[in-house]
């Protein structure tokens, strides 16, 4: 399987998200991305996962899914789509 991205950590302080991505920092303003992220408690948002792929995280106590690309700006092509040679 291949991987979108190697997400190291997330953590966050007030309503910043700290995330370090291929061996990137970035500092994210959660109130810009999801409005139940922002009205989160701090543990719901420290309880997350990473997919395996890297490609996005989820917040299960808010059902919640942000993309990796998404969050850091970037985009990578679908997975499921093959790009022609």
Known sequence: MDKAHDVHSVSFA???MFLC???K?????????SVRLANATQAQREN???SPTGYGIHWPDMDEDLSVDGLIGVKHPCPLVETPA
Do not use: H, M
Not at 25 to 33: F, G, L, P, T, V
């Open 14 to 16: 007030g309503t910043t």
């Open 25 to 33: 920092q970035y500092e994210i303003d959660i109130a810009k991305q």
């Open 21 to 23: 991505v291929d061996d």
């Open 48 to 50: 997350f996962e990473i």
